[in-house]
């Protein structure tokens, strides 16, 4: 009866170490490497002398902090060539139940499968498996490297604003001519 108690205890504690674990220093949202690029939008089209390739990336967590927004495209690239790469990542919903969201609310973890889009007009020339977490007002993407170059996961549909222009954020959409900067003398 004695050795059942401690092997129970011993249980509890285990379960209960691993929670603590898992709330102080895994979850995603509070550890995740940045990627800040803005050539990920799908507005941007290719500099061929600085094109993007994730077959480098580390497998992790990331969170999409430029301001071309945080969102992987949800439809094909067509004809690749854009987030400054050849073969574009995008995140299917073809797989998806009725009523269910290709992003996660906040708390939640969520399978997804995200593909390259070919120039030659193949939108799913290659298969991504990918996780993704809803955190307090922004999402973390748990990407893999991809097999070949060039190819990179894609993010946002914004660019910065055209020279001479500004707007709240620095990106489109809201660029206009440049600020007033005079200061009102009471």
């Not at 940045?34 to 002398?49: G, H, K, M, T």
């Not at 580390?58 to 439809?75: A, K, L, N």
């Not at 995140?91 to 609310?105: T, W």
């Not at 499968?113 to 307090?136: L, V």
Request: with cysteine; aromatic share 10%.
């Amino acid at each position: 009866m004695e050795h059942t108690s401690i092997s129970a205890l011993r249980s509890l504690i285990v379960v209960l170490c691993s929670v603590i674990l898992d709330v102080k220093g895994d979850d995603p949202c509070a550890t995740a490497n940045y990627l800040n690029n803005w050539r990920r939008s799908v507005a941007f089209e290719v500099d061929p002398s600085n094109k993007l390739c994730d077959n480098i990336l580390e497998p992790g967590w990331y969170r999409i902090t430029s301001g071309q927004g945080d969102r992987m495209p949800t439809e094909c690239v067509e004809g690749g060539f854009r987030c400054n790469t050849a073969v574009p990542i995008w995140l299917s919903n073809d797989s998806l139940d009725v009523g269910e969201n290709i992003f996660p609310n906040e708390g939640e973890v969520v399978n997804r499968t995200a593909y390259g889009s070919h120039y030659s007009g193949n939108c799913y020339q290659t298969t991504h498996d990918i996780r993704i977490k809803g955190c307090n007002g922004f999402l973390v993407y748990y990407l893999v490297p991809v097999a070949a170059c060039s190819s990179a996961y894609c993010f946002g549909t914004e660019q910065p604003c055209p020279a001479g222009t500004s707007s709240d954020t620095e990106f489109t959409p809201g660029c206009g001519g440049d600020m007033d900067t005079t200061t009102a003398t009471l």
